[in-house]
């Protein structure tokens, strides 16, 4: 094998890289051309009112929201979280969507999703929903085995619903 060193590494790494970065263009550009899957969402802001927020875990909370979820097509899309006092937004996984009423599930790592374990029933939380191409249930022909772990396998919930919706183990 060629052994790479800080001295050796620059004349190796740089082909290589540039070669993974074509064949990554290459497949980006089949990916896209393809349309595989297509978000026909669009982003949107605007005020939920927050209708639980509960700890279900240790560092791990659970927030159910009540608003507008016309931009929000399905399962692995995302919401931006405005929090004031913070400059950036906080970017959680939709866990499931039931009606008019989203449930983000988040792990307390921060002062920002600490500020968020902090909001009670009946306050309002301004978002940007519509973000991220989410899962294609319909990529799944027969059966599918889902993993995750920790809060990662939060969009998994709404995948495993739409999933059992369309008849698909």
């Not at 082909?15 to 669009?42: C, V």
């Not at 921060?110 to 899962?135: Q, W």
């Not at 294609?136 to 990662?152: I, Y």
Request: proline share 4%; net charge positive.
């Amino acid at each position: 094998g060629i052994g790479l060193t800080a001295r050796n590494s620059f004349p190796v790494a740089v082909p290589l890289l540039l070669a993974a970065g074509r064949f990554m263009a290459g497949s980006l550009k089949r990916y896209i051309t393809e349309k595989r899957y297509t978000n026909t969402s669009r982003m949107k802001q605007s005020f939920f009112k927050i209708i639980g927020n509960e700890k279900i875990a240790e560092r791990s909370w659970r927030m159910r929201l009540e608003g507008d979820l016309s931009e929000v097509a399905g399962s692995g899309q995302f919401v931006q979280v405005c929090l004031p006092g913070f400059y950036l937004r906080r970017p959680i996984s939709v866990c499931s969507v039931d009606g008019d009423v989203l449930t983000l599930v988040y792990r307390v790592v921060g002062k920002g999703t600490e500020a968020m374990s902090g909001f009670r029933k009946g306050d309002s939380i301004e978002l940007i929903t519509g973000l991220g191409h989410g899962f294609d249930p319909d990529a799944c022909t027969k059966s599918a085995l889902l993993v995750g772990g920790g809060c990662g396998s939060a969009p998994l919930y709404e995948l495993a619903k739409e999933l059992v919706a369309k008849g698909k183990d």
